[in-house]
């Protein structure tokens, strides 16, 4: 409670009333003893150790002793200020709490995005390496016969559906078989990459495309070109392989490896389906090798013709 003090001493006059009385024993200007009791306001009298005092007035004088008032510090005061102090302080610890635990979730974030990255890049990984497995020929590198079926009929269908043209080349090496037997199959196999490297690096646009067909059968796609363009084409692969120089001593007709080119040319009512395409080039093929091989043969409207050598 709130209100004020009456501190007794030597020399000093009484001011004003207390709610509290401060009694100092003095001997030779030395403290003694401190007492303090409280007073009753609504009483004229002070209990001192079982006897009453009148209650004081302003400038009051004690026997031996004099009076003063100051003032006791609010216990209201005193008590508010420390729950205000205590509410900040709870205020602070959650708001400290709650900050390290935004800063504690963004660290979580963050490293659940990269987590999600890291295995976003995998699957992706993971995807084009079956991709990869599915349609690529594991000893060329080229496309195989599985990729190849789909994009004949992409193809074929875009032709007929934008009234365009595109060629299909079929490429298949001379006397493999006597190769192989003579050589062996993994001297085959080397020259069967080296084809694919060939056939590969002539692929000048992203459109075209060339696939390992079968066996040592390989075939090339040239989307929008048309016939007299797909037989350059065709004609600089039959010189270029000849170029490669690679040995092949059981072959009657050079000493080094050569190919047969048949060439087929779609357009939009001719040889625009994957079935009349391939068979175009496959006649066209078999006429370049019953021409002698190491020929380009082309087919055109009801008949082939050989280029070439």
């Not at 006059?13 to 200007?29: P, V």
């Not at 065709?234 to 040995?247: G, H, M």
């Not at 080039?281 to 380009?296: C, F, I, M, P, T």
Request: net charge neutral; glycine share 6%; charged share 25%.
């Amino acid at each position: 409670m709130s209100g004020s003090f009456i501190r007794v001493s030597t020399g000093i006059s009484l001011e004003g009333r207390a709610h509290r009385l401060d009694i100092l024993n003095f001997d030779k200007s030395h403290c003694l003893s401190s007492l303090f009791w409280p007073i009753n306001e609504s009483s004229q009298e002070i209990e001192l150790m079982g006897q009453f005092l009148p209650s004081f007035e302003h400038g009051t004088h004690l026997p031996g002793m004099v009076a003063s008032v100051y003032q006791e510090p609010s216990a209201f005061l005193s008590t508010s200020w420390l729950a205000a102090l205590g509410v900040v302080g709870v205020l602070l610890a959650a708001v400290a709490v709650l900050w390290i635990r935004f800063v504690s979730a963004q660290r979580r974030e963050r490293e659940l995005r990269t987590l999600v990255a890291e295995k976003t890049a995998d699957l992706q990984k993971a995807n084009e390496e079956l991709f990869s497995l599915s349609f690529t020929d594991p000893l060329t590198g080229l496309a195989n016969r599985r990729l190849f079926d789909r994009l004949i009929e992409r193809e074929c269908a875009r032709v007929q559906r934008m009234n365009s043209y595109g060629s299909l080349l079929s490429i298949d090496v001379d006397f493999f078989k006597n190769l192989n037997d003579s050589e062996g199959h993994q001297t085959g196999d080397v020259c069967l990459m080296k084809l694919g490297g060939l056939l590969k690096s002539r692929c000048r646009r992203k459109l075209d495309l060339a696939a390992r067909y079968g066996g040592e059968e390989f075939v090339m796609i040239l989307p929008i070109t048309n016939s007299a363009d797909a037989v350059t084409v065709a004609e600089s692969v039959r010189r270029a392989v000849i170029e490669l120089r690679i040995p092949h001593p059981a072959s009657p007709i050079s000493t080094y490896l050569t190919v047969s080119i048949g060439v087929a040319t779609a357009v939009k009512g001719k040889f625009a389906t994957p079935e009349t395409l391939i068979a175009a080039s496959d006649r066209a093929l078999y006429e370049a090798k019953r021409a002698g091989r190491n020929r380009v043969a082309v087919a055109r409207d009801g008949e082939t013709t050989v280029v070439g050598e």
